[in-house]
């Protein structure tokens, strides 16, 4: 589970469970302030991350979201089995959602999830098929200021 | 900021002390080891929010407050009562009965603290309809929540309002007027808050924003309460409706969570109260949620507080108690609060600004350099799995995973787990059992004289 220099773990998120939501990135915001990683990276990961694992609990089925930590980087990779994003492009875009009325009585699906994600990292990946799952890839660098 | 020590307002008496764990258990940031059957506290993790005391079943963590003797030292002495001691006695006692007690019972002066809240009260209403930067902001009335923010919630600290907390303006101003009406110099005029909480006193003796305190100390309500209620019995019978007219609606509120926002009717705040529901509250805002919401009441005891551990009366009764106050008041429109004008001109000139700033005082991480951190925490990480998951408590750290990092940092053994210890002596007893098969009793052959050398290389 752990790379040769680095710190790795990877945390199982359940889909539909909106009690459990949230836990995940707490956790990781743990460990990211015990390693003494900047704050500002940190407050920005914990944004990200959270949107990322609401994707997962909102879409999907169960997922994983994996941390690896080096001395360069911070990258977590979200891996989902879930309905996949048909129009990556359209995903990205602010305002526009597939939510059902259920999780936008709840607070989510504003459709500002992938937005924000983009607008917190360094680096985004994507990859998704539609019906099978869906993949992030989050980066964030630890030797430049954004 | 490295080689700070931090005062707390806490203190282990060791010879009462016998190690149960409940402060341990309970401490909401893991700040205490039990190390050698005594309780030990972490001060830089330690945000003084008395849980532990409370829950100490020999009485043995002591809040640190003032003795009373310390008036002697000053001239000029004022009690400034925190609202919450306000809530302490039957509905029919009132704030200047209260007042009057503390002059009897050898205060030159006792100033109606509520006043000032209620300014700040409208000097918060003024920043808030100013304010435009990201939200909620986050009221830093209850000073453990404002040093939860430091320690946990570094990335909360722009959200946290700058202005000075009534005590201290009350203090500062007070001391301005006396020295010049009495002819006194400052420091001879000691400013005592009555405080409901030991975190007051170190919020006194050590400001979170750094600078220096205008009181002189704090006393602690359950200190008071007795001699005050023999004192009140002097007190001439007033007229209730005229005291009832002297008391500030806004201020009053300040005793129990929820009163800033429900006396300045704020629609989009929330009031929260116990340590636990604020971390649940700030764990959502780290997250980018609650943006909508434009202020967040926080206060670590439960209802506010008339919930400090140096309070007497049961909390729920006291928080009625000002509930109810504050119904009649608007039921009556009684609004004895103090001028908004005059509060928006003093605003106007910064009067009611924190002086330092708030700088946040994030824990060491585990090691100064990342790559060696990254290291540690994989060590961790690996301790971790090995332990049982159980959070027993038994090896002295409250859970199995801050036991891994003490483990780690060098503050505690593997073997200090007693599931290790098992593991250790099946260790050992297997070397035993293999140096009892080399040895004479199963093997006549060998001649027998042997057999305690053996013994002693075997387990190293």
Known sequence: ?146 | MKQDHYYHSIRIDKDKCDGRMKCMRICPTQAIRIRDGKAHIIEEKCIDCGECITVCPNQAIVPLTDPFGELTKFKHTVALPSPALYAQFGREILPRKILSGLKMLGFDDAFDLAQTCGEVSFAIQEYLREYSGPKPLISNACPVVVRLIQVKYPSLIDLVIPIDPPRELAGRELKKKKSKHLGLKEKEIGAFYLTPCPVKMISIRQPAEKGRSSLDGAISISDIYGPLLSAMEGVEKGSYREALESICILGIGWAMVGGICRTLRLRNSLAVSGLNEIIKVFDDIERGKLRNIDFIEAYSCHQGCVGGSLTVENLYISYNKILKLIETLEFEQIKACPDIREVRRLYKQDHFFIKGKLEPRPLKPLSEDLGEAIKKRKQKEDIYNSLPKIDCGACGSPTCLTFAEDVVMGDADITDCIFNLPRRFKKISQEFAKLIEKSSYLNPSQPPGKKTTQKKEGPK
């Open chain 1, 1 to 146: 589970m752990s790379d040769e220099n680095g710190f790795s773990q990877t945390f199982e998120i359940t889909g539909r469970d909106f009690g459990k939501a949230g836990t995940v990135s707490t956790k990781i915001k743990e460990i990211l302030q015990e390693i003494g990683i900047d704050q500002g990276i940190i407050r920005r990961a914990a944004i990200a991350i959270y949107e990322a694992e609401m994707n997962v609990v909102m879409y999907a089925n169960r997922g994983t979201l994996t941390l690896r930590i080096t001395p360069d980087e911070v990258n977590f990779t979200v891996q989902d089995e879930g309905q996949g994003i048909t129009d990556i492009e359209m995903a990205m875009q602010e305002g526009y959602s597939t939510a059902t009325d259920e999780m936008r009585e709840m607070g989510f699906g504003a459709g500002m999830g992938l937005p924000n994600i983009k607008k917190n990292v360094d680096k985004l990946g994507i990859a998704s098929i539609p019906g099978k799952g869906t993949i992030l890839e989050l980066t964030f660098y630890l030797n430049e200021a954004k």
